[in-house]
Each structure stands twice: as C-alpha cells, then as structure tokens.
C-alpha cells in the first residue's frame, strides 16, 4: 500500500502531491493508498477528505478508532476499473 506523505507542507504544495500522487497510485493499480496529513490543526486532513469526495474513482475507508495504526492518517480505497475497461483505454 502507498503512503503518501503531506505532513508539514503547504496547503497548496500537499494538494498538488496528493493530486500526483493518487493518479500515478491509479495508473498503477493501486487498491488502497494511505494519506499521512498528521494531527494539527485538521487542515490538510480536511483538504484530503476533500479531494476524495471530489473523486468518483476515490472512496474513504472507515475504520474503528483501535484498528488504526495513525490517527493522523486517512485510508482511501481506489476503485479501480476492470482489466477490460482498461485495455479499452490503452488502445
């Protein structure tokens, strides 16, 4: 699983990461990919929440408080098209 790291930038330097960062994940089928914002203020952990609801191909993953390894952390389940579906945008 992918971690991608946006703790300690920028608002607009951690939008652009995660933006890159969850396309290539994409591309590269990924399932999952964990967001590591960190606990703070909850800005940039708003922002990630954010992006994923903005996302038809991003769905947060809900996990019990003591099933988590980092609170600073957010799960998110990339739905990845079918191999079909794929190959039929690779031609």
């Known amino acids: 699983m992918r971690e991608i790291y946006i703790r300690k930038l920028h608002y607009e330097e951690a939008r652009i990461k995660l933006e890159r960062e969850v396309q290539d994940a994409f591309v590269e089928g990924e399932k999952y990919v964990e967001i590591v914002h960190g606990i703070g203020e909850g800005i940039l952990k708003k922002m990630a929440i954010d992006y994923v609801a903005s996302q038809d191909f991003l769905k947060l993953?809900?996990?019990?408080?003591?099933?988590?390894?980092?609170?600073?952390t957010t799960l998110v389940e990339i739905l990845v098209p079918s191999s079909e579906l794929l190959r039929k945008y690779m031609k």
């Open 61 to 72: 993953v809900d996990r019990p408080e003591f099933l988590r390894s980092n609170p600073g």
